[in-house]
């Protein structure tokens, strides 16, 4: 599987979000782990027990073959399972997915991808609620969705009162519109609401805002 720039961007995000508050998690949970990139960018930064849910087995044997070669691996545990099947004593301070995307585009041929890019076996509505059921009291779900589903999402992520407490909505160069939404949403109403937004490139080269959150992941950087 191929790395994305959004889910590089993504990753750096809540690790900023989560040193910019200092904050202290025990258990992570990243649903659809795709490489592990998300997982292995919190383990880099944080002493949390990391779990990863992946449905397709060639995704999650990457996962692993990724977490075990990593300096990390004994934090970092992959379970390749339906997340409809998946339950935890644990209950988790970040839950974060970046979740398949296009819920009425034209399918692949190849089941396979479809799994990867359309939510019609998990839903956003479904993933919302799996995530308010398995946040602890004061956790975090970090999610990243298409800019186009921005309504809905808000209205899903309303009807299960839970609450926005960041936004970062991302385009690739000044020319270009939003193409992607990135949220941390908790359980409790927020007071200090902040959304963003980033450009990836301007004037032909990477954004400084851009740098300064993939600078520790980049190499070019």
Same mark, same amino acid.
């Given at each position: 599987?191929?790395?994305?720039?959004?889910?590089?961007?993504?990753?750096?995000? %809540?690790?900023?979000?989560?040193?910019?508050?200092?904050?202290?998690?025990?258990?992570?949970? $990243?649903? &659809?782990? &795709?490489?592990?990139?998300? @997982?292995?960018?919190?383990?880099?930064?944080?002493?949390?027990?990391?779990?990863?849910?992946?449905?397709?087995?060639?995704?999650?044997?990457?996962?692993?073959?990724?977490?075990?070669? @990593?300096?990390?691996?004994?934090?970092?545990?992959?379970?390749?399972?339906?997340?409809?099947?998946? @339950? =935890?004593?644990?209950?988790? $301070?970040? %839950?974060? @997915?970046?979740?398949?995307?296009?819920?009425?585009?034209?399918?692949?041929? $190849?089941? =396979?991808? /479809? +799994?990867?890019?359309?939510d019609s076996g998990f839903s956003l509505e479904e993933l919302v609620d799996f995530g308010k059921q398995n946040l602890s009291e004061r956790g975090l779900f970090a999610i990243l969705i298409p800019h186009f589903r921005v309504n809905e999402f808000e209205n899903i992520v309303g009807n299960n009162n839970l609450f926005v407490k960041q936004t970062c909505?991302?385009?690739?160069?000044?020319?270009?519109?939003?193409? +992607?939404?990135?949220?941390?949403?908790?359980?409790?109403?927020? /007071?200090?609401?902040? %959304?963003?937004?980033?450009?990836?490139?301007?004037? &032909?080269?990477? =954004?400084?805002?851009?740098?300064?959150?993939?600078?520790?992941?980049?190499?070019?950087?």
């Open positions: 599987m191929k790395v994305c720039t959004d889910a590089c961007l993504f990753g750096a995000w %809540i690790v900023n979000y989560l040193q910019s508050k200092e904050l202290k998690l025990n258990h992570v949970l $990243d649903i &659809g782990s &795709g490489t592990g990139l998300l @997982s292995l960018m919190i383990a880099q930064n944080s002493t949390a027990q990391i779990e990863a849910v992946e449905i397709e087995e060639s995704a999650a044997k990457q996962t692993f073959e990724n977490f075990s070669n @990593s300096p990390w691996a004994n934090k970092l545990e992959i379970h390749n399972v339906d997340i409809n099947k998946f @339950s =935890s004593n644990n209950k988790f $301070d970040l %839950i974060l @997915s970046n979740p398949p995307f296009y819920n009425k585009s034209l399918k692949s041929a $190849d089941e =396979s991808k /479809n +799994r990867a890019l359309h909505s991302v385009r690739q160069t000044e020319n270009h519109h939003l193409f +992607r939404t990135m949220y941390i949403l908790s359980k409790t109403l927020q /007071n200090d609401l902040n %959304i963003q937004e980033l450009t990836i490139k301007k004037n &032909g080269a990477y =954004s400084t805002p851009f740098i300064e959150l993939l600078k520790d992941y980049y190499l070019r950087f």
